[in-house]
């Protein structure tokens, strides 16, 4: 871990000594005591767990991790990857980056994560399959899963088919557990998850962009006009978080000009059709051969990040954005919808050149906020909006109808179902993510704003995170 007094060596921190170097950063804005302060940065356990899986006739021996960074509120929470670059380092880094998004996004869980050491697309999903329920086994038999314990979620390389092998070994395990169900979020609509969770860090990824973009000083400091209509953004990345904020981003009038993925990226100025592409690539297994408009195919995937354009989203690994290409990005906003994109060495140039970086333990903690709401959802056993759906709408129409009594005027039927319509779960699920994002955002820039001397938002948002798990221990009676 890099002394607070040293400076450290910026081009080889490990993932996780750059998540310990961003809270060293912050942490003198936060008036919090050394020893408060060493609690909250150290991971508080880690399991390390090596188990058998059959590969047909042979077995080998798969190496796999659950990290809990922080118990200062509990459940823990955090996805699970599947990769082959997962690494201890890798999963500490990633469990305490949700330790710092939870406070931040006002999510009452300590930070966590998990990692399998494996390649989800060159593993067939019977072996996938029993991978993922030994390690669920291998966490209940340590007590390192439960909805109030631990509650993994998807991330790299898993998704809503993982979460449903994990529930069903979880309350398989644990028979007649009334919130079972609340042991694992992400889960498929079906298997008690939520509408909304798929798509919600794109959707998060996009709210966050379109509060930040609305803020006339701040886009005149970076020569962009306010608002996301218009701008033209690069996306790296057409996996789960990639390919929603490039869909979604859209819908707000912004142009998605590039994609970025591992085998090639697709370049067209005039903007790329996202669902389009996502279904070519989901066909060919690539992005290769893509030619729709005037779309060309970029050999050199990296290169595509250098191109011009408003908004860079790194959507895919962390240490993509380092000091060997940083100076040549001429994107004026880049938005840490990955954890861990931006190196600090890279941090360093890309704040000098005046770009404005939007930190991973904000900009996709929209993912966290809506596994949040599924949790609840789980506990309290019943879909969000069921209880005063039509209630709502029984109410508005009465009110419809009195405001036509009284003047005497009728109220156009297409308004008439618009005004009336009760909440549906969708609609509340993204009103809160919506709400999250956006006082999340207001929180930072309030807190950069009242220093006197400049900080830039990744270290506004550490030290407005750092504050709340400070404020925590303080209501535990832990620390004087
Ligand atoms: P995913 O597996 O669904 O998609 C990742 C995509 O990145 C894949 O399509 C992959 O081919 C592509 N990719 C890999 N290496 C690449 C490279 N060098 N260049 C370009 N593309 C490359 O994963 P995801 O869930 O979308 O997660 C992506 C990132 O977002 C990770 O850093 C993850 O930790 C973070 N994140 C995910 C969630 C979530 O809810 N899934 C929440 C918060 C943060």
């Known amino acids: 871990m890099p002394d607070k007094k040293e400076s450290p060596d910026l081009k080889n921190l490990s993932f996780s000594d750059s998540v310990s170097y961003y809270f060293d950063k912050a942490s003198p804005f936060t008036g919090a005591p050394q020893g408060l302060l060493d609690q909250i940065k150290t991971c508080n356990s880690i399991y390390k767990m090596n188990f058998p899986v059959k590969y047909g006739n042979e077995v080998r021996v798969i190496e796999a991790y659950r990290v809990q960074h922080s118990h200062h509120r509990m459940p823990t929470k955090g996805g699970i990857r599947y990769s082959l670059q997962v690494d201890q380092d890798e999963?500490?880094?990633?469990?305490?980056?949700?330790?710092?998004?939870?406070?931040?996004?006002?999510?009452?869980f300590g930070g966590a994560k998990g990692g399998i050491k494996i390649s989800p697309r060159q593993t067939s999903p019977e072996i996938l399959e029993n991978i993922t329920r030994r390690y669920t086994t291998e966490l209940v038999k340590k007590n390192f899963i439960g909805p109030g314990i631990d509650v993994p979620a998807p991330d790299y390389g898993t998704g809503e088919r993982e979460m449903a092998w994990i529930l069903d070994t979880y309350v398989t395990l644990n028979p007649g557990e009334i919130n079972g169900y609340g042991c694992v979020t992400g889960k498929p609509i079906s298997q008690n998850g939520i509408h909304g969770r798929t798509e919600a860090t794109g959707r998060g990824v996009v709210y966050a962009l379109n509060e930040i973009c609305s803020y006339k000083d701040d886009m005149k400091d970076l020569g962009l006009e306010t608002g996301l209509e218009g701008k033209r953004v690069?996306?790296?990345?057409?996996?789960?978080?990639?390919?929603?904020?490039?869909?979604?981003?859209?819908?707000?009038?912004?142009?998605?000009?590039?994609?970025?993925?591992a085998d090639g990226a697709v370049y067209d100025e005039n903007g790329l059709d996202i669902d389009h592409l996502y279904k070519y690539r989901q066909e060919k297994k690539s992005v290769k051969g893509y030619t729709k408009g005037a779309a060309k195919v970029i050999a050199d995937s990296a290169s595509a990040l250098e191109l011009e354009c408003d908004i860079l989203i790194p959507a895919a690994l962390e240490k993509q954005i380092t000091e060997k290409n940083a100076s040549r990005i001429k994107a004026k906003i880049?938005?840490?919808?990955?954890?861990?994109?931006?190196?600090?060495?890279?941090?360093?140039?890309?704040?000098?050149?005046?770009?404005?970086?939007?930190?991973?333990?904000?900009?996709?903690?929209?993912?966290?906020?809506?596994?949040?709401?599924?949790?609840?959802?789980?506990?309290?056993?019943?879909?969000?909006g069921r209880m005063q759906k039509r209630w709502e709408e029984k109410h508005q129409?009465?009110?419809?109808?009195?405001?036509?009594?009284?003047?005497?005027?009728?109220?156009?039927?297409?308004?008439?179902?618009?005004?009336?319509?009760?909440?549906?779960?969708?609609?509340?699920?993204?009103?809160?993510?919506?709400?999250?994002?956006?006082?999340?955002?207001?929180?930072?820039?309030?807190?950069?704003?009242?220093?006197?001397?400049?900080?830039?938002?990744?270290?506004?948002?550490?030290?407005?995170?750092?504050?709340?798990?400070?404020?925590?221990?303080?209501?535990?009676?832990?620390?004087?």
């Not at 990955?338 to 991973?360: F, Q």
């Open 234 to 261: 690069i996306v790296q990345g057409l996996g789960n978080v990639g390919y929603h904020t490039a869909r979604i981003i859209t819908q707000y009038g912004a142009k998605v000009i590039a994609i970025a993925e």
């Open 334 to 384: 880049v938005a840490e919808a990955a954890n861990g994109p931006v190196t600090p060495a890279a941090e360093n140039i890309l704040l000098k050149k005046g770009v404005m970086i939007i930190p991973d333990i904000y900009v996709n903690a929209g993912g966290v906020t809506v596994s949040y709401f599924e949790w609840l959802k789980n506990l309290s056993h019943v879909r969000f």
């Open 91 to 108: 999963v500490m880094a990633l469990a305490a980056l949700m330790t710092y998004k939870c406070a931040l996004v006002d999510v009452p």
């Open 397 to 480: 129409t009465d009110f419809i109808k009195l405001i036509e009594e009284l003047t005497g005027k009728t109220v156009p039927k297409a308004r008439i179902e618009s005004l009336i319509h009760g909440a549906d779960e969708i609609d509340l699920v993204n009103s809160g993510l919506e709400d999250t994002m956006i006082e999340a955002y207001r929180d930072i820039r309030e807190f950069k704003k009242r220093r006197k001397s400049e900080i830039d938002i990744r270290t506004a948002a550490f030290a407005v995170s750092i504050n709340k798990i400070k404020n925590s221990y303080y209501a535990m009676g832990i620390f004087p």
